[in-house]
Structure formats: structure tokens, C-alpha cells
């Protein structure tokens, strides 16, 4: 595990794994387009799978923790903090 304690790569992984995962099951979840995000923006179901969408950043954070790699914690902590701020613009 110490060749993963790179801040880089846990920047990356965490900055891309939510919106990967949103992008993979938008259309299966949501049956609309990913065109029509605008129309879902302020509803709360949208908020809750925003959330649910930062789930992997939060285990791969915890994962790193536990195994001691805490550059990949720091980088990880800083690749979600856009989906963070965005989270408490859309809640406020």
C-alpha cells in the first residue's frame, strides 16, 4: 500500500471517482437525459444522490486511513472538497 501514499494520486482518484460514478448511473437511476439535470437541480432526491455519489471518496479515504497512507488521505480530502462546497450551495 505505500506505493498508493502518493497526494496525487488520491487528488485524481477523488476528484473523478464521483463524477464517474454519477455519469454511470444518472440515466439508470434517474430515467431522464443527463441534459435535464438543470430541471432536477433544487430537488432533494438530487441533493441525496449527490451524496451518495461522494460514497466512494469517503470509503477510499477511510481505506487510506486505516492502512496509515496519509498523503493519499491528504489529497483525497482535497479532490472532494469541490463536491463539498457544492453540497452546501445546493443545501443553503
Not at 502518493?6 to 464521483?18: E, H, K, T
Not at 471518496?57 to 469541490?82: A, E, H, Q, W
Amino acid at each position: 500500500m505505500k506505493k498508493l501514499n502518493n497526494f496525487w494520486i488520491g487528488l485524481v482518484s477523488c476528484f473523478f471517482a464521483p463524477l464517474l460514478l454519477f455519469l454511470a448511473t444518472w440515466t439508470a437511476l434517474s430515467g431522464s437525459p443527463i441534459s435535464e439535470i438543470g430541471h432536477w437541480l433544487r430537488q432533494p432526491v438530487f441533493m441525496q444522490y449527490l451524496i451518495f455519489c461522494m460514497l466512494p471518496d469517503l470509503v477510499m479515504i477511510f481505506i487510506g486511513y486505516k492502512s496509515d497512507s496519509y498523503n493519499y488521505c491528504r489529497g483525497g480530502v482535497l479532490g472532494v472538497t469541490p463536491y463539498l462546497c457544492m453540497l452546501f450551495y445546493l443545501f443553503t
